[in-house]
T-cell receptor, first 113, second 111 residues
Framework: GAGVSQTPSNKVTEKGKYVELRCDPISGHTALYWYRQSLGQGPEFLIYFQGTGAADDSGLPNDRFFAVRPEGSVSTLKIQRTERGDSAVYLC???????????FGPGTRLTVL | EDQVTQSPEALRLQEGESSSLNCSYTVSGLRGLFWYRQDPGKGPEFLFTLYSAGEEKEKERLKATLTKKESFLHITAPKPEDSATYLCAVRSGGGADGLTFGKGTHLIIQP
């Protein structure tokens, strides 16, 4: 079956602009996670959804970052007033209810000029 | 705070030369230790989950083992296609629900 998909694959924006990154999880997966990966580092947890609600947003770095999952499937990560330090690969993962294993998408590479 | 340290940062082997990658962890109540493979420009690919000390899992040329403080990823007779970054991550009983990752080991297998 289809894996996790993310769009766009690349996004270039200017400092101060607003961006939206989309994640489409594996069909039937109720848990969805967002991570951020900087060059040479492992992924860093941002937020976790169980169904439609954000069960854990402790990894969001500040209030410029926000994520939604209105129908319990597709999720959008929103970043306001982007800064150059936000440049990274944003990864989405999903997992089945009751299972620990998370399956990752290909990521969106965000570049803030 | 959960911590994961991987060593070495980089490893270059000849084809067929077996070795091991190390993952040391500190976690409040382990709910799972995970190994992933990541190729350049791609998302991490799931390999193994380990839950308790003494557990082992195998897949082709890879075998993962777990103790109370560390995990090893053993690579037997590697091939060039095994070249990738190998990431270790933990999920704990306390704190965030997401995974805490190490920085990875960049493995290069030379033909």
């Amino acid at each position: 079956g289809a894996g996790v998909s993310q769009t766009p694959s690349n996004k270039v924006t200017e400092k101060g602009k607003y961006v939206e990154l989309r994640c489409d999880p594996i069909s039937g997966h109720t848990a969805l996670y967002w991570y951020r990966q900087s060059l040479g580092q492992g992924p860093e947890f941002l937020i976790y959804f169980q169904g439609t609600g954000a069960a854990d947003d402790s990894g969001l770095p500040n209030d410029r970052f926000f994520a939604v999952r209105p129908e319990g499937s597709v999720s959008t990560l929103k970043i306001q007033r982007t800064e150059r330090g936000d440049s990274a690969v944003y990864l989405c993962a999903s997992s089945q209810a009751g299972y620990n294993e998370q399956f990752f998408g290909p990521g969106t590479r965000l570049t803030v000029l | 705070e959960d911590q994961v340290t991987q060593s070495p940062e980089a490893l270059r082997l000849q084809e067929g030369e077996s070795s091991s990658l190390n993952c040391s962890y500190t976690v409040s109540g382990l709910r799972g230790l995970f190994w992933y493979r990541q190729d350049p420009g791609k998302g991490p690919e799931f390999l193994f989950t380990l839950y308790s000390a003494g557990e082992e899992k195998e897949k082709e040329r890879l075998k993962a083992t777990l103790t109370k403080k560390e995990s090893f990823l053993h690579i037997t007779a590697p091939k060039p296609e095994d070249s990738a970054t190998y990431l270790c991550a933990v999920r704990s009983g306390g704190g965030a629900d997401g995974l805490t990752f190490g920085k990875g080991t960049h493995l290069i297998i030379q033909p």
